[in-house]
């Protein structure tokens, strides 16, 4: 569990930051609403509670799915873990003890400041001569071209990036894509830059989001090192800017990009952006600059199909080694339609729920912890038919007949409960859509299985699978 919430953080955080106060926590004690956390010292503790308290409990939350109260303690060499409340920390904590701590504190944040270049230039010789610190960059390992699922809706930008990171400055430039929150374009961009430096290890790759190149900027004009930052922008081979959109509104920034992409592309260096909407409908940008953005390939990644959501589950349960039985997956690919983020992160749910109550992975155990998905799914009067009579063995003209044979009369009653429970049709429409009934008599069904429901824990239990059942249909039709 631990370990799923370091990832979640690492991928949250900043490399540094990570690096230096995340990675050396360890988890001390789960109970059902305190997880307890270890710091290596007294120091790291006051840290975090003061940073990244809300960083943490939000990871927390986020991998069990419920909020736990979230304690930090230190473990200084030798002496027992202090498990006092976190209220305790405060900013003048001790004395002399407390005045060093800050001083070191100070001092620790600006080796970070420093150790942190300006942009995440890989592999740029003048980087790596004038400082002997590892390189840095943010690229995500898990961000590259063999975890990236292929689909109907994503083939075309897949086959761009493929394409440029092979063979940059080339066919399309600038590489544009563009598509909703979570559909994989960061991914694939840093998947761009991974395999490019695979085949070209000295290949200047800048990739930055466009608020670092923002930041970069500003703090250029600040330190009056413009030099400095046209020389990093525009002498290297590909360029790679995240979330483009942005830089709507920003002028002086949009000046500035906009020689930027010249220099680089008329040097014929690849340029790769992303934006989640093309670039005519980005408010705010100037039209020289949605010119040149429309100059290359526009490639759109759309929303993936139930086949696809599947197919990226089995990869990433594989590549963690997870398993997980196949109707678990259908049922959480057919939850989840709109954001592969979101996708993800109810496999992650799933699983530590799973662990930590101990309960076998079955559709029904992990239903709970998935949150209900933000669309209403439409469900209709054949849906909740076709569901009822599979799952109970019943014929369907026999449903909408007349016979009054109990296991009949109690699946039609079922019916008639459901399609109020999940569809608006109104209790005459519900009535024709049973064989003809009257909607006094769909009345009297709804409330005798309500009733039923409440009192008989079989039938609730029916009720909820096949109200599940109806829910994933309709999912996986939407
Ligand atoms: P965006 O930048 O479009 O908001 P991301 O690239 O951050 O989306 O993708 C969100 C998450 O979904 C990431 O963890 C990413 O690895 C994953 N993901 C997106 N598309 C795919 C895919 N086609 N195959 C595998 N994982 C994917
Ligand atoms: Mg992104």
Redesign the pocket.
């Known amino acids: 569990l631990w370990n799923q919430v370091l990832e979640l953080l690492e991928?949250q955080l900043s490399r540094p930051t990570y690096e230096g106060w995340i990675k050396t926590v360890v988890a001390d004690e789960l109970t059902a609403d305190r997880l307890t956390i270890r710091t290596p010292s007294l120091f790291a503790k006051n840290w975090l509670h003061k940073y990244y308290f809300q960083n943490i409990t939000d990871a927390v939350t986020e991998i069990l799915g419920y909020p736990v109260e979230v304690y930090i303690v230190a473990a200084p060499s030798g002496e027992p873990p202090s498990g006092q409340p976190d209220e305790d920390v405060t900013e003048d904590e001790g004395g002399q003890e407390g005045l060093l701590e800050t001083a070191i504190a100070n001092e620790a944040v600006q080796a970070m400041a420093a150790s942190l270049p300006a942009t995440n230039i890989q592999s740029d010789p003048q980087v790596e001569n004038s400082h002997s610190s590892p390189r840095h960059n943010n690229l995500?390992p898990?961000?590259n071209f063999n975890?990236?699922?292929?689909?109907a809706t994503?083939r075309m930008a897949?086959a761009a990036a493929l394409a440029v990171s092979e063979s940059p400055g080339r066919e399309f430039n600038p590489l544009f894509?563009c598509?909703?929150?979570?559909?994989?374009?960061?991914?694939?961009?840093?998947a761009i830059a991974h395999y490019h430096l695979e085949i070209e290890p000295r290949a200047r790759i800048a990739y930055v989001s466009t608020e670092q190149f923002t930041n970069d900027l500003i703090a250029a004009i600040r330190k009056d090192s413009m030099q400095r930052f046209r020389e990093l922008y525009r002498e290297i081979d590909m360029l790679i800017v995240?979330?483009i959109q942005f830089i709507e509104g920003k002028e002086y920034t949009q000046e500035e990009f906009f020689h930027t992409f010249n220099t680089l592309y008329e040097a014929g260096k690849q340029i790769v952006l992303?934006s989640?909407r093309p670039p005519a409908q980005i408010p705010r940008l100037q039209e020289r600059l949605c010119s040149r953005f429309s100059m290359g390939l526009i490639a759109d990644?759309q929303v993936?199909d139930l086949e696809?959501r599947m197919?990226?589950l089995q990869?990433?349960a594989e590549y963690d080694n997870l398993k997980i039985p196949a109707d678990v997956l259908h049922y959480i690919a057919a939850s989840y339609t709109s954001?592969?983020?979101e996708?993800?992160g109810a496999l992650v749910r799933t699983v530590a729920y799973i662990s930590i109550s101990g309960l076998p992975m079955t559709v029904e155990n992990v239903a709970p912890v998935l949150n209900p998905p933000k669309e209403p799914v439409e469900v209709s009067a054949e849906m909740v038919l076709s569901v009822v009579t599979e799952m109970l063995n019943i014929d369907l003209a026999d449903l909408l007949g007349n016979s009054r044979r109990r296991e009949i009369s109690q699946a039609r009653q079922y019916v008639m409960y459901l399609m109020r429970q999940h569809t608006n049709l109104s209790l005459p429409k519900i009535g024709e859509a049973v064989g003809g009934k009257d909607h006094t008599t769909v009345m009297y069904s709804c409330e005798k299985v309500a009733q039923l429901q409440s009192t008989d824990g079989d039938v609730a239990q029916l009720l909820r699978q096949l109200s599940d059942r109806i829910y994933f249909i309709a999912q996986s039709k939407n």
Not at 179 to 190: A, F, I, S, Y
């Open positions: 991928s995500n898990k961000y975890r990236f699922v292929v689909g994503n897949h894509l598509g909703g929150v979570g559909l994989g374009k960061t991914h694939l961009m840093q995240d979330d992303a989640d990644i993936p696809t197919a990226i990869k990433k954001n592969i983020r996708l993800e």
